[in-house]
């Protein structure tokens, strides 16, 4: 794993990003996995074959070739037709392991080089910002067609509403929260 602060904050973000969404994913059954909100919009397991088709065209061969792969059919991966969870699973995986190779291969060196996304040049830092945010996105997608098709009670993925004070007194113990000093004070 790198040391460098950039490329550890990518990777924390995605794993923790990765995290809630497969926590949410593991609450809903099949057919909720299948179910779009409204006839505009995305059901989980496009937006997951979607997520997964990006990740693994932009990381294979990540500096070196364009991040949009020829073999990549992007319009297909708005259409649901995997036969199983499991089968959808497997693709989820294996766009992310071609990410998380990706940025395990990185190091201080390359986050100014230079490498292309149809075409359009982009820094690395740039580039895994890009997708961070793109990615991201996405997942708050999931997470909330989840929480509308669940039908049993939501385990909640982070801070519970209501809560707050309590996980800080956990976090931080009822002495050790120190407010940032300002100029001010």
């Keep these: 794993m790198t040391t460098n602060p950039v490329l550890e904050a990518a990777t ?13 994913i593991m609450q809903v059954n099949d057919r909720q996995l299948r179910v779009a909100l409204h006839n505009k919009t995305n059901s ?9 088709g990006n990740l693994k065209s932009r990381s294979t061969n990540f500096l070196n070739e364009d ?5 990549r ?10 036969t199983d969870r499991d089968e959808l699973l497997a693709f989820w995986e294996d766009g992310w392991m071609a990410l998380f190779q990706t940025l395990n291969a990185l190091s201080d060196n ?11 040049e ?5 580039a895994l910002q890009r997708s961070l945010g ?3 996105y996405h997942i708050g997608q999931i997470i909330m067609v989840a929480r509308c098709v669940c039908t049993t009670e939501w385990k909640v993925l982070t801070i519970p509403r209501g809560k707050s004070a309590q996980f800080n007194a956990l976090v931080w113990g009822d002495n050790n ?3 940032l000093k300002t100029e001010e004070t």
Excluded at 44 to 52: D, G, L, N, T, W
Excluded at 122 to 126: E, G, M
Aim: with cysteine.
């Design 177 to 179: 929260y120190r407010p």
């Design 44 to 52: 989980i397991a496009v937006i997951m074959k979607h997520i997964a």
């Design 122 to 126: 982009l820094s690395v830092a740039q």
């Design 73 to 82: 059919n992007r319009d297909d991966e708005f259409t649901d037709n995997f």
């Design 12 to 24: 924390t973000t995605f794993l923790k990003h990765k995290h809630w969404a497969d926590a949410a």
């Design 110 to 120: 390359h986050l100014t080089a230079t490498i292309t996304i149809r075409g359009e």
């Design 67 to 71: 991040g949009e792969k020829d073999w």
């Design 134 to 136: 793109h990615t991201c």
